[in-house]
């Protein structure tokens, strides 16, 4: 004990003392902030990626309804039949009673096979893009649900469904165009969203569906971005930027000049 009170006793044996303490301390600060930092991110994180989950999920459910929706109306027992005979009277009575299983569709029409040029004037105006959509339906049986422009500038969301004959061959396409006005209502998280996020389509030239949040979050790259199935569109997400904490700077602050 008299040894270390005559080590204590020499300026620089205290000094160094005291010197190595503040390091101890320094470091000990340091490595709570960074632990505590790592567990604040990580919950940010988590609750970013439930975010986007619970949306993107949310929008592929309705995605997959409507595509159910017009398969079961394209499978029609009658309908092969009915397109083939190419009565006017006998397909404009079936497609509005399409049309009464879509209240959201602007149109619903059936198309025959044979169309494969564009049509602006048709039972729903039918442009390049739409006519690949279609040509896609004839040969998978369905397309990507899309929203397409018409030269006359209005828009519409297209869903496409093949329907064959007995022998199987594609004789015709349900065509549904729903109203762009339930983009918005489809993307539409069930609470609050702080951060800001995109329903877009396109990858070359993207078009903004629908949006949630504060725009201003919208800088560089998105933090998530993620396709939605049976669609050419994908959920784009921008978090809140905040500032990271600098709690632990003051605490040295304080600390150090009482014990050093």
Not at 10 to 17: D, S
Request: aromatic share 6%; charged share 20%; net charge positive.
């Amino acid at each position: 004990m008299k040894g270390l009170a005559k080590l204590m006793g020499n300026p620089t044996i205290a000094t160094l003392v005291i010197f190595l303490s503040c390091l101890a301390i320094i470091a000990g600060f340091l490595w709570q902030n960074q632990h505590i930092s790592q567990q604040h991110q990580q919950a940010i994180e988590q609750k970013q990626r439930y975010i986007v989950g619970i949306i993107h999920s949310a929008v592929e459910d309705k995605i997959a309804a409507y595509s159910a929706q017009v398969a079961a109306a394209a499978k029609s027992p009658h309908l092969a039949t009915l397109i083939k005979r190419e009565d006017p009277r006998l397909i404009a009575s079936q497609e509005r009673a399409l049309k009464l299983v879509f209240p959201q569709a602007e149109q619903a029409c059936l198309i025959n096979a044979s169309v494969d040029e564009p049509d602006e004037d048709g039972c729903i105006p039918i442009t390049s893009a739409s006519l690949n959509s279609l040509r896609l339906a004839k040969k998978e049986g369905s397309a990507p649900i899309a929203v397409m422009q018409t030269e006359k500038e209005d828009a519409y969301l297209l869903l496409t469904r093949s329907t064959e004959d007995k022998q199987k061959r594609v004789v015709g396409i349900s065509a549904i165009a729903l109203s762009t006005e339930i983009l918005q209502t489809l993307f539409q998280p069930s609470y609050s969203v702080e951060d800001y996020i995109e329903l877009q389509q396109g990858s070359n030239t993207v078009t903004v569906l629908a949006s949630q949040g504060d725009r201003k979050w919208r800088q560089g790259q998105p933090l998530l971005n993620r396709a939605v199935a049976n669609s050419h569109w994908r959920i784009a997400y921008w978090p809140v930027k905040t500032k990271a904490s600098q709690s632990y700077l003051v605490a040295i602050g304080i600390v150090l000049p009482l014990l050093c």
